[in-house]
């Protein structure tokens, strides 16, 4: 899934106007006498728990580099995923304070955001991907470790309902993101052995993708720089798991090597577009010309269809005969004296 860090600064900013709060992003630019003060009026967390219970959910992704799951997903993972059942209770890894609740919605990842005091420094758990942030805690409550803060959703950017953990540590040059996973098991919290099954991939050399659309290939990360071809949809390319600069990954496109936007690149190849079969060929008569009630010279004649009538489409066949319709009326003609219009 998308990582928080790239919606902190239009979503959060713009949801701290309304529930008063404090992102992991403003963490980012929180000095480091400030971290110390707040820290200190904090209650310091000393006991850890799962966030989701022990065997109700497997592990599917693993912290740091990675294949692009999805359009628009990450290629380095800042947190974990924790697949579970929609509506699983989500629990608070430790004691804190709730600074952040965003609903989520079909294009939005929601998420709950709680602040720790952990050994002398500050630490922002978020839980992503929920659909109502509030259905258990609100901005400014105390939770703690164990506590439930919400339920497990498949919001924003997901290829199916899970948790998304987050954990970041702040510090003079703002947020560092955290291995949660690992974070929890030098606490005696251990993600992988409460899992049910572990399913999250190994990080290969490189990862294969697909271009979606038309995309201009540039000579670096950014649309500042020039195009050096525009690929068509479903161009393959290679790119090294974890490498992106601004929305932007290098990729090589057979022996080319450039950027390309990460937004547009989705690890399964488009469908071919389906071709409508060309409708069928329309005659029109060369000559005066008799329809016939049956295949035959013989056969009694219905009317004389005139010289450069349209006779529509063939119906039958039947050796040199030709079923056709004119005039409302269906029979047979002969072949020699129709051309396709």
């Known amino acids: 899934m998308r990582s928080i860090r790239p919606l902190l600064l239009t979503v959060l900013t713009a949801a701290a106007l309304t529930v008063g709060a404090v992102s992991p992003a403003s963490a980012a630019a929180t000095t480091a006498s400030a971290v110390t003060a707040?820290?200190?009026?904090?209650?310091?967390?000393?006991?850890?728990?799962?966030?989701?219970?022990?065997?109700?959910?497997?592990?599917?992704?693993h912290f740091g580099p990675r294949c692009i799951p999805t359009q628009g997903g990450s290629t380095y993972h800042q947190g974990v995923d924790l697949a579970a059942k929609a509506g699983t209770p989500i629990y608070a890894i430790a004691a804190g304070v709730v600074t952040a609740t965003v609903d989520g919605t079909s294009s939005r990842a929601g998420y709950v955001s709680v602040r720790h005091s952990i050994d002398g420094a500050q630490y922002t758990s978020t839980y992503m991907h929920v659909w109502s942030a509030t259905t258990q805690v609100r901005v400014g409550q105390t939770v703690a470790a164990g506590q439930r803060i919400?339920?497990?959703?498949?919001?924003?950017?997901?290829?199916?309902s899970h948790l998304h953990l987050e954990l970041w540590k702040a510090g003079t040059n703002g947020s560092q993101a955290q291995n949660a996973a690992a974070f929890l098991q030098q606490r005696g919290i251990d993600l992988y052995a409460s899992a049910t099954a572990v399913t999250a991939p190994a990080t290969p050399a490189t990862c294969t993708y697909y271009t979606v659309g038309a995309v201009n290939f540039r000579t670096g990360p950014s649309t500042g720089y020039s195009i050096l071809r525009?690929?068509?949809?479903?161009t393959a390319m290679t790119h090294v798991p974890g490498s992106i600069t601004a929305g932007f990954i290098p990729v090589t496109v057979g022996s080319q090597a450039g950027w390309i936007s990460a937004s547009y690149v989705s690890p399964n190849k488009p469908s071919a577009p389906v071709t409508a079969p060309a409708p069928p060929p329309t005659y029109a008569t060369t000559a005066p010309l008799n329809l016939r009630v049956s295949p035959s010279i013989s056969a009694a004649r219905i009317l004389v269809i005139p010289q450069g009538a349209n006779v529509g489409?063939?119906?039958?066949?039947?050796?040199?005969?030709?079923?056709?319709?004119?005039?409302?009326?269906?029979?047979?003609?002969?072949?020699?004296?129709?051309?396709?219009?």
């Not at 000393?46 to 592990?59: G, M, N, S």
């Open 313 to 341: 489409v063939i119906l039958a066949s039947s050796d040199v005969w030709r079923k056709v319709t004119y005039a409302g009326r269906t029979g047979w003609v002969h072949s020699a004296y129709l051309v396709k219009r």
């Open 38 to 61: 707040r820290v200190a009026t904090e209650t310091s967390a000393a006991a850890f728990r799962l966030p989701v219970a022990a065997k109700t959910y497997y592990l599917s992704s």
């Open 230 to 234: 525009t690929l068509p949809s479903g």
């Open 150 to 160: 919400s339920e497990v959703g498949n919001s924003g950017v997901s290829s199916g």
